[in-house]
């Protein structure tokens, strides 16, 4: 397989250089990887904290901004960051308010997050987690115990980031996280496999005419295969997967992510038969984003995220954000 790299060991070094090339209102720290908003610690301010595998981007250095994250830190291309970065970039946050880790529901993430919050709260600074746990595809999976974090993830860093810019208390801050991530599910869609740098080749084996019904951001087995289906076959049986367990009484907000390589002339057609058959179910939509958020290198494929929300969390929806991959309002 061609890639756009030097060698698999730089990949992630190289993005981030590159990264800070193209983004001086970010810190980066390419040697502890970290990155951080140049103004932090804001005072007065929740420190929120991500991270995760590299891989997934622009989840979650792209989320990095006024609006949303505090600071990343990105692991190795589908491995976790380890705590010793998540408690740099804790203390490089911290105003005295205390941080928010926001973890994704992987074993690796789960356990080093974990450890890094002790760490942290020996140093004097006062943690909170959320662990985001939306994927309906699978209970447990090759990473994880229980429900795969995905597309949801976003939904909680922006709504969260947006309440903690408005100088929120670190419990009201990892409430409505954690009320955000209980109101969302995910289902995701592969057409075709992922490709790791280290590997070099597809890391599992999807025949040209086949697809997987519920598959995992890393590429882990969902719940089926099948003869490749229609786009509007597709969302007739993602979404609702997705409403059957998160049954929806108002209305919603809905992700249309692609997983890498899907163009986003598909991706608006697939997101019309996602409209219609909420539409057909009675579910109004209050706000629709569409685009390539939460990804898996080089998967063709693509997930779909609902979150019911109130006219709160709605407001913290819209409110302003200025990040590298998200931005409106500024």
Same mark, same amino acid.
């Given at each position: 397989?061609?890639?756009?790299?030097?060698?698999?060991?730089?990949?992630?070094?190289?993005?981030?250089?590159?990264?800070?090339?193209?983004?001086?209102?970010?810190?980066?720290?390419?040697?502890?990887?970290?990155? $951080?908003? &140049?103004?932090?610690? +804001? =005072?007065?301010?929740?420190?929120?904290?991500?991270?995760? #595998? *590299?891989?997934?981007?622009? @989840?979650?250095?792209?989320?990095?901004?006024?609006?949303?994250?505090?600071?990343?830190?990105?692991?190795?291309?589908?491995?976790?960051?380890?705590?010793?970065?998540?408690?740099?970039?804790?203390?490089?946050?911290?105003?005295?308010?205390?941080?928010?880790?926001?973890?994704?529901?992987?074993?690796?993430?789960?356990?080093?997050?974990?450890?890094?919050?002790?760490?942290?709260?020996?140093?004097?600074?006062?943690?909170?987690?959320?662990?985001?746990?939306?994927?309906?595809?699978?209970?447990?999976?090759?990473?994880?115990?229980?429900?795969?974090?995905?597309?949801?993830?976003?939904?909680?860093?922006?709504?969260?980031?947006?309440?903690?810019?408005?100088?929120?208390?670190?419990?009201?801050?990892?409430?409505?996280?954690?009320?955000?991530?209980? $109101?969302? &599910?995910?289902?995701? +869609? =592969?057409?075709?496999?992922?490709?790791?740098?280290?590997? #070099? *080749?597809?890391?599992?084996? @999807?025949?040209?005419?086949?697809?997987?019904?519920?598959?995992?951001?890393?590429?882990?087995?969902?719940?089926?295969?099948?003869?490749?289906?229609?786009?509007?076959?597709?969302?007739?049986?993602?979404?609702?997967?997705?409403?059957?367990?998160?049954?929806?009484?108002?209305?919603?907000?809905?992700?249309?992510?692609?997983?890498?390589?899907?163009?986003?002339?598909?991706?608006?057609?697939?997101?019309?038969?996602?409209?219609?058959?909420?539409?057909?179910?009675?579910?109004?939509?209050?706000?629709?984003?569409?685009?390539?958020?939460?990804?898996?290198?080089?998967?063709?494929?693509?997930?779909?995220?609902?979150?019911?929300?109130?006219?709160?969390?709605?407001?913290?929806?819209?409110?302003?954000?200025?990040?590298?991959?998200?931005?409106?309002?500024?």
């Amino acid at each position: 397989m061609k890639m756009l790299i030097n060698v698999p060991e730089t990949v992630v070094a190289d993005a981030l250089r590159g990264i800070a090339a193209a983004h001086p209102e970010l810190t980066v720290d390419v040697e502890s990887r970290v990155v $951080a908003r &140049r103004d932090a610690p +804001v =005072a007065g301010k929740v420190g929120l904290v991500s991270g995760g #595998g *590299s891989g997934h981007e622009p @989840l979650h250095a792209g989320f990095v901004g006024p609006g949303m994250l505090s600071a990343a830190c990105p692991g190795e291309v589908f491995t976790s960051p380890v705590p010793d970065q998540m408690v740099r970039a804790a203390a490089a946050v911290d105003s005295g308010a205390g941080v928010l880790f926001v973890v994704k529901n992987y074993t690796g993430d789960v356990l080093n997050f974990e450890m890094a919050a002790e760490l942290a709260e020996d140093e004097g600074i006062q943690v909170a987690r959320v662990v985001v746990d939306d994927d309906v595809a699978v209970s447990d999976s090759t990473f994880t115990a229980g429900r795969r974090g995905t597309g949801a993830t976003l939904f909680v860093e922006k709504i969260a980031g947006a309440l903690a810019d408005e100088g929120a208390p670190l419990e009201r801050v990892a409430a409505v996280a954690r009320q955000v991530n209980g $109101a969302s &599910r995910s289902f995701g +869609v =592969a057409l075709g496999a992922v490709t790791t740098p280290a590997k #070099g *080749s597809p890391t599992f084996d @999807l025949p040209s005419g086949e697809l997987e019904l519920g598959i995992g951001i890393h590429g882990e087995p969902g719940r089926e295969r099948r003869p490749m289906m229609t786009s509007g076959e597709i969302a007739d049986f993602a979404v609702n997967a997705v409403l059957e367990d998160l049954r929806p009484t108002g209305p919603v907000l809905a992700l249309v992510n692609g997983m890498g390589a899907t163009p986003l002339l598909e991706l608006y057609g697939f997101n019309a038969e996602v409209h219609r058959v909420l539409s057909e179910r009675g579910v109004p939509v209050a706000r629709t984003l569409v685009g390539n958020y939460v990804t898996s290198l080089d998967m063709a494929g693509c997930s779909v995220t609902l979150c019911q929300v109130d006219e709160e969390l709605l407001r913290l929806w819209d409110a302003p954000v200025r990040t590298a991959a998200l931005r409106w309002g500024c």
